[in-house]
C-alpha cells in the first residue's frame, strides 16, 4: 500500500490558520486520501477524505494537488481542542476484503499555544 | 448512540494468562477492526471483520484470535499473553470509507 510523508511535528497560534502537509508520490489513480486526527489518550477521529477534488466539511479542508502527489488538511481558525496528532492515510478502492483498510504513520503532533 | 463501546478500558494481565476484549457498535456497521497502538507509533491493524461470520487477518495478527458471531460484537482474543502485547488496543467499525473508533483499552502483560 502507498504511503505518506509527514512532518513529525508542527506548531501554531490559536485562531491562526493550520496548513498540516502531507507528501504520497506513489499514490494510485484509485487511492482516496483521508485525514483523520487523534486527541491524548483517545481514539482516532475521521477529520475529512477525497478522491482528487478539494473538499470541505465543519471541522476542515482538504486541498489535493493536481498531479494527487501531496495534500494539505487546512484548519481555518486552530483552537486549543486542536492539539493533536494528525494522520495522514491512503486508502485504496473496494478490493473486497481490503476496503477500508486504514495503515497509520506515526503522524504530525500539532502543538496549538494560546 | 453510543457509537463504539470497549470493554475493559483497562486490564494488567501476568505472561501467559488469557483474556478476551469486548467491542461493540450500535451503528449496524458491516465492517469491524481490531488496532493495536504501541508508544510514540500509529496504529496498527491485526484483525478485521468485513460481516457477521467472517474475519481476515490484519498487519501483526500473531498471538491474537477474533470472533464476530454478532454483527455488532467484534471479539478479541488473547490465548497466551506476552510482554510484547502491552499495548493500547483500538476497536473501529465502518460502512463506508469512514471509521469510527472506540476509546481503548490499554493493556499491560507483566
Known amino acids: 500500500d502507498a504511503k505518506t510523508t509527514q512532518p513529525n511535528s508542527m506548531e501554531s497560534n490559536e485562531e491562526e490558520p493550520v496548513h498540516l502537509p502531507c507528501n504520497h508520490s506513489?499514490?494510485?489513480?484509485?487511492?482516496?486520501i483521508h485525514w483523520y486526527r487523534q486527541l491524548p489518550s483517545q481514539g482516532p477521529e475521521y477529520v475529512i477524505h477525497?478522491?482528487?477534488s478539494n473538499v470541505n466539511n465543519r471541522m476542515a479542508s482538504l486541498a489535493i494537488a493536481e498531479d494527487r502527489k501531496s495534500s494539505t488538511l487546512i484548519l481555518h481558525r486552530a483552537t486549543l481542542r486542536d492539539a493533536a496528532v494528525y494522520y495522514c492515510?491512503?486508502?485504496?478502492?473496494?478490493?473486497?476484503?481490503?476496503?477500508?483498510?486504514?495503515?497509520f504513520g506515526r503522524g504530525t503532533q500539532l502543538t496549538v499555544w494560546p | 448512540n453510543a457509537g463504539v463501546t470497549q470493554t475493559p478500558k483497562f486490564r494488567v494481565l501476568k505472561t501467559g494468562q488469557s483474556m478476551t476484549l469486548l467491542c461493540a457498535q450500535d451503528?449496524?456497521?458491516?465492517?469491524m477492526y481490531w488496532y493495536r497502538q504501541d508508544p510514540g507509533m500509529g496504529l496498527r491493524l491485526i484483525h478485521y471483520?468485513?460481516?457477521?461470520?467472517?474475519?481476515a487477518k490484519g498487519e501483526v495478527p500473531d498471538g491474537y484470535n477474533v470472533s464476530r458471531l454478532k454483527k455488532q460484537n467484534f471479539l478479541l482474543g488473547l490465548e497466551s499473553a506476552a510482554p510484547s502485547q502491552t499495548s493500547v488496543y483500538f476497536c473501529?467499525?465502518?460502512?463506508?470509507?469512514?471509521?469510527?473508533f472506540g476509546p481503548g483499552t490499554r493493556l499491560t502483560v507483566l
Open positions: 473501529a467499525s465502518s460502512s463506508t470509507r469512514v471509521q469510527f
Open positions: 506513489t499514490i494510485s489513480g484509485t487511492d482516496y
Open positions: 477525497g478522491l482528487t
Open positions: 492515510i491512503l486508502s485504496g478502492m473496494d478490493r473486497g476484503s481490503t476496503l477500508g483498510r486504514l495503515y
Open positions: 451503528m449496524n456497521h458491516e465492517y
Open positions: 471483520s468485513v460481516g457477521e461470520g467472517t474475519t
